[in-house]
Antibody, heavy 122, light 107 residues
Framework: EVQLLESGGDLVQPGGSLRLSCAAFGFTFSSNAMNWVRQAPGKGLEWVSG????????YYADSVKGRFTISRDNSKNTLYLQMKSLRAEDTAVYYC???????????????WGQGTLVTVSS | EIVLTQSPATLSLSPGERATLSCRAS???????LAWYQQKPGQAPRLLIYDASGRATGIPDRFSGSGSGTDFTLTISRLEPEDSAVYYC????????FGQGTRLEIK
């Protein structure tokens, strides 16, 4: 059974940094592209970033490019999102998601974690 | 960036009825790379449909998707009370983007 467990969400001041983690279980992690998708309180879904199974190729939404860095440690079956220069508009639940099998670019989000809340406020 | 517009914003129907949800793209979606998700309050989204008409694992055949180019539809036949949720479309023909959602209420 596929399981994705996010952690690291917290209250952080504007301009601050935070690193999110996502532990993956139940599938061959290194063979699957992964993504982060976020949802601001009471709002819709926004794709944030994606990474290929090898970790060599990464993708970002324009809204986070240059501030967020996605990475993965395939030896630990863990996905990361390093967030810097955080803004109030980054406040959201951040979901880790597994992409469709066999792709390296972001496609659809077949499995989701339960999400971790990031609040950016002074 | 492809902008997805969903309609209607809210839909209120009775059990047993059919729901038709629309998703219109600002540009043609490559290879019909369009997905649909269901999200209930306090839960993560769940994948329903991929590649415009492929049903995800474990999704009942009451859910079906259709369309190509810029116009896509999610149809839910024989509505059940547990279908009450927000439904999102998402394209992945280019940098992924979501529609704003349709709220489906079951009376």
């Amino acid at each position: 059974e596929v399981q994705l467990l996010e952690s690291g969400g917290d209250l952080v001041q504007p301009g601050g940094s935070l690193r999110l983690s996502c532990a993956a279980f139940g599938f061959t992690f290194s063979s699957n592209a992964m993504n982060w998708v976020r949802q601001a309180p009471g709002k819709g879904l926004e794709w944030v970033s994606g990474i290929s199974g090898s970790g060599y190729t990464t993708y970002y939404a324009d809204s986070v490019k240059g501030r967020f860095t996605i990475s993965r440690d395939n030896s630990k079956n863990t996905l990361y999102l390093q967030m810097k220069s955080l803004r109030a508009e980054d406040t959201a639940v951040y979901y880790c998601s597994k992409d469709r099998p066999g792709v390296t670019t972001p496609h659809y989000f077949a499995y989701w974690g339960q999400g971790t809340l990031v609040t950016v406020s002074s | 960036e492809i902008v997805l517009t969903q309609s209607p914003a809210t839909l209120s129907l009775s059990p047993g009825e059919r729901a038709t949800l629309s998703c219109r793209a600002s540009l043609s979606v490559t290879s019909s790379y369009l997905a649909w998700y269901q999200q209930k309050p306090g839960q993560a989204p769940r994948l329903l449909i991929y590649d415009a008409s492929g049903r995800a694992t474990g999704i009942p055949d009451r859910f079906s998707g259709s369309g190509s180019g810029t116009d896509f539809t999610l149809t839910i036949s024989r509505l059940e009370p547990e279908d009450s949720a927000v439904y999102y479309c998402q394209q992945y023909g280019s940098s992924p983007s979501f529609g704003q959602g349709t709220r489906l209420e079951i009376k």
